[in-house]
């Protein structure tokens, strides 16, 4: 029996391509990111295994040796090297369900063979107990296979520093600082809580640091990450919660998404008369 589909010659796409930006073939992560890349935000470049592509891996329990093939000229476009893989969900990153750290991420990964075992990863995590009981009552009814999958996989940033930038305060909801976590190395030691990262507030383009236990950054750093968060909350037109790093003195791009329940500023207004 033919294992040939009908999207097999659009089964890998690159991240710049338009056919990226559509979120019920990449997912929400890449489609944002592939909408970034377009207005020339410093996205590391990337290939989508659209969904599906991730369907028939999932129903396959394997990666199928068509699309094997064309993962490997993906990765040779990407510079041969490490690569990050990365869940896209088509129900992820959406205003009212973040899905942020539920989806699977494998990082440093050197070969097509571990690409694929990630890829594979990726595609099966969508079942996982943690995503039905994140889903449950945020989104529709996603069906036994639960919400739909897409993978990104990105060159591999080799970061000095990495981290998080929020373009409104999520305990107060002040939009006018950006608050920026840090840490060396990569960002998955903050993600994954394993250290505590150095905290900056940046307001009008300067930055204040209220902890430092890391060193990750400077001022000058952190006012980069801050006002790359405003251009990015400018070009998406809401709150952002983003993912950067820096590596070779360089500022990436890594994710962006809605922030969530963010509550409202609250308002002051002068009394009329009187004190």
């Known amino acids: 029996m033919s294992l040939q589909h009908p999207t097999v010659a659009r089964a890998v796409f690159g991240l710049a391509d338009d056919t990226a930006r559509d979120a019920g073939l990449a997912g929400h992560k890449a489609a944002n990111l592939a909408r970034l890349t377009a207005l020339g935000f410093p996205v590391p470049p990337g290939a989508v295994v659209p969904t599906g592509a991730v369907d028939r891996i999932r129903a396959l329990g394997a990666v199928p040796e068509d699309l094997g093939g064309r993962l490997a000229l993906a990765l040779e476009d990407l510079g041969g090297g490490p690569v990050a893989v990365r869940s896209s969900g088509a129900a992820e990153d959406l205003p009212g369900a973040s899905f942020a750290g539920q989806y699977e991420t494998v990082l440093g990964v050197d070969g097509l063979d571990a690409v694929g075992e990630a890829v594979l990863r990726c595609a099966t995590s969508v079942r996982s107990e943690r ?145």
């Not at 909350?233 to 329940?261: K, Y």
């Open 131 to 275: 995503v039905a009981a994140y889903a449950a009552g945020r989104v529709g009814d996603t069906g036994p296979a639960g919400p739909r999958m897409a993978v990104l996989i990105q060159a591999m940033v080799q970061a000095e520093a990495a981290g998080v930038a929020f373009t409104a305060d999520p305990v107060t909801g002040d939009r006018d600082e950006v608050l920026v976590s840090a840490v060396r190395g990569l960002g998955e030691r903050l993600v994954g809580g394993e250290t505590t990262p150095d905290e900056w507030r940046v307001r009008d383009g300067a930055a204040r640091r209220l902890a430092g236990p890391e060193g990750a950054i400077d001022a000058q750093d952190a006012a980069r990450v801050g006002a790359l968060a405003a251009a990015v909350e400018a070009a998406l037109g809401q709150p952002q919660d983003l993912e950067w790093a820096i590596a070779a003195g360089q500022l990436f791009l890594l994710q962006a998404r809605p922030i969530t329940a963010l509550p409202r500023p609250p308002e002051l207004a002068l009394p009329a008369q009187g004190f």
